[in-house]
């Protein structure tokens, strides 16, 4: 197993507990030469690289849009050239963006509100036309808020629960952006890399899209009130003002990858919270 990363936004010290079974090898995705070298002899492809969030892409969209456009695209050649089998695209829920339909469906209008949205859809397209034109195999997912263990807390453009939690645990107010009711979807990351396994493996599905969550629909304020439960005490709260391209609402149609991939929901949400802050717990007092 191959890992290729310039770890921008991750650490190598999480890939520490499988030294021996992997090989790490450091670049950068917008490097074509580099990401064609990491490919080479490679069955399948997991293309998780990005540079994630929202605010961040919203003040410096060129960025995002070298590393999540220009990056896949440097991936889909490699692995086009490589012979790979098949590409797994991260893809994210971000690109249904302003449509208010609920359920989120795979086929229903798209409607990107930020920069990274447009590069998340952008990117959806070439591997689609990769399998249409060059025949390579590829299968996209669009991701709904992934949370988890080792998820980091210190940076500007951090999740909101890996946030949350270090706030929670330094005794700081929980920034809020506009009135905490906004939903998502939040996902164990447990699930999602299920879903890869099975992307890259089921027959029969190259050239389609999967949304990937667990079902459920959890506010912001519903996230502070179970950290309030774990904590035994409240939480102080501070509102700020709406961030641009937030989408207000998201749940997830999960029926396409439990019919078509045999996705199932391994954990769920409750257990998944408890997991993470058991975990950020430990990881605060050491």
């Known amino acids: 197993?191959?890992?290729?990363?310039?770890?921008?936004?991750?650490?190598?010290?999480?890939?520490?507990?499988?030294?021996?079974?992997?090989?790490?090898?450091?670049?950068?995705l917008r490097d074509g030469d580099a990401v064609a070298g990491a490919t080479r002899g490679v069955t399948y492809v997991l293309h998780l690289g990005a540079l994630g969030s929202v605010p961040r892409s919203v003040e410096d969209p060129k960025t995002s849009n070298d590393v999540n456009i220009n990056g896949t695209l440097n991936v889909l050649v490699a692995a086009r050239d490589a012979g790979?089998?098949?590409?797994?695209?991260?893809?994210?829920?971000?690109?249904?963006?302003?449509?208010?339909?609920?359920?989120?469906?795979?086929?229903?209008?798209?409607?990107?509100?930020?920069?990274?949205?447009?590069?998340?859809?952008?990117?959806?397209?070439?591997?689609?036309?990769?399998?249409?034109?060059?025949?390579?195999?590829?299968?996209?997912?669009?991701?709904?808020?992934?949370?988890?263990?080792?998820?980091?807390?210190?940076?500007?453009?951090a999740a909101v629960i890996p946030k949350f939690m270090r706030w929670a645990m330094r005794g700081e107010a929980l920034e809020i952006h506009g009135d905490g009711l906004q939903s998502r979807?939040?996902?164990?990351?447990?699930?999602?890399?299920?879903?890869?396994?099975?992307?890259?493996?089921?027959?029969g599905v190259a050239g389609e899209v999967f949304n990937i969550a667990c079902g459920g629909s959890?506010?912001?304020?519903?996230?502070?009130?179970?950290?309030?439960r774990a904590l035994g005490r409240p939480l102080e709260r501070r509102h700020l003002e709406s961030r641009a391209g937030d989408v207000k609402k998201s749940l997830a149609d999960?029926?396409?990858?439990?019919?078509?991939l045999g996705y199932r929901v391994l954990v769920d949400f409750d257990s998944g919270l408890s997991r993470t802050w058991d975990s950020f717990r430990q990881r605060h007092a050491a």
């Open 1 to 28: 197993m191959r890992v290729f990363d310039n770890f921008a936004t991750g650490l190598e010290s999480n890939l520490a507990p499988h030294a021996g079974r992997i090989e790490i090898v450091r670049g950068d």
């Open 84 to 157: 790979v089998q098949r590409v797994v695209f991260s893809s994210s829920s971000s690109v249904y963006g302003a449509n208010t339909e609920i359920p989120k469906r795979v086929g229903m209008a798209t409607d990107p509100v930020s920069p990274y949205a447009v590069t998340k859809q952008a990117a959806e397209s070439y591997t689609r036309v990769f399998w249409r034109v060059y025949g390579l195999e590829t299968v996209a997912l669009r991701y709904f808020n992934v949370f988890g263990e080792n998820q980091r807390p210190d940076s500007a453009y």
């Open 185 to 203: 979807d939040f996902t164990y990351v447990d699930n999602v890399v299920s879903a890869n396994l099975l992307a890259a493996t089921v027959d």
């Open 218 to 228: 959890y506010t912001l304020i519903e996230i502070v009130e179970a950290l309030e």
């Open 254 to 260: 999960i029926g396409p990858a439990i019919d078509r």
